[in-house]
């Protein structure tokens, strides 16, 4: 319940569908606090267009101690009315930290991306948009650490684009476009058992760079919109577009070592790089899990 087997409770103001991130003693949470009332969501699946509000908006992360749940320090990144609209489901919060044990970097995807020290000390900051999202329905692609680099795929309805920054400077180390619209999946790095390879969805599309921006492979035929992070299991990648508006809604499970365009045709649900694909086996927004030799959708 709200008060049996809870160690500790703590109010954050604010809104945000990010996840928390847990490193040691520390948790690191995003939130976006709307300086006027806000219109809470109402329930069911709805489409539509939104504008920007006019009020201004403090975005905020925090460092809350694992043990206590008292808050070690809070940082303000920004304060401003909003750039661009989001769904009324939406938050202007809903990318998800990431940190390395020495730093902590949050990426909100109209704003810009942000490191501190463990400490709350401000490191770096890169500015990053705002730019237009399908029916302005807001941002959600949460940044991914791979070693001294971040990864940030900003899909958009003006200039999609792959990134990569230093973790220790914020500087950009390289950027490719992408002919994509707004999509809302984090990318992946995959280290597989052939090479290291940044995984992304798209619309209609999946994409594999190499870690210098190059373009590895691409698959054909998943929905119009993509939500559900890749990962690896069993030494096979797995993809998810699951959009439930589209009749087609696939999940796949590929090989390591893929090059070129390696969509199925026809009826295929396997060839020389998938080694299966479920035309409808895929959810609209959660991530699968694979548990032993079960994969759960």
Known sequence: SATENVAWKVPIPGIGWSSPVVWGDHVFVTTVVNTAQQEPPKPGFYLGDWAAPTAPH????YD?????????????VGSAPPAKAKHLKNTYASETAVTDGERVFFYFGNLGLFAFDLNGKPLWSKPIGPF???NNWGTGASPVLHRDRLYIVNDNDEQSFLAAYDTRTGN??????RAEGTNWATPFVWENSV???????????????DLSGKLLWELKGLSTISVPTPFASHGMLLLNSGYIG?????????RPGASGDISLKGDETSNAHI???????????????????TYYT
């Open 58 to 61: 403090r975005w905020m992360v």
């Open 64 to 76: 809350i101690d694992f043990k206590t749940g008292k808050v070690r320090w809070e940082r303000e």
């Open 132 to 134: 237009k999202t399908r």
């Open 172 to 177: 950009e180390v390289w950027k490719v476009t």
């Open 195 to 209: 090479r290291t390879e940044i995984v992304t969805s798209g619309s209609d599309a999946a994409r594999s760079y």
């Open 246 to 254: 589209d009749p087609n809604r696939p999940a796949f499970a590929t």
């Open 275 to 293: 080694a299966w694909a479920l035309k409808t086996g895929a959810p609209y927004q959660p991530t699968p899990i694979v548990v032993g030799d």
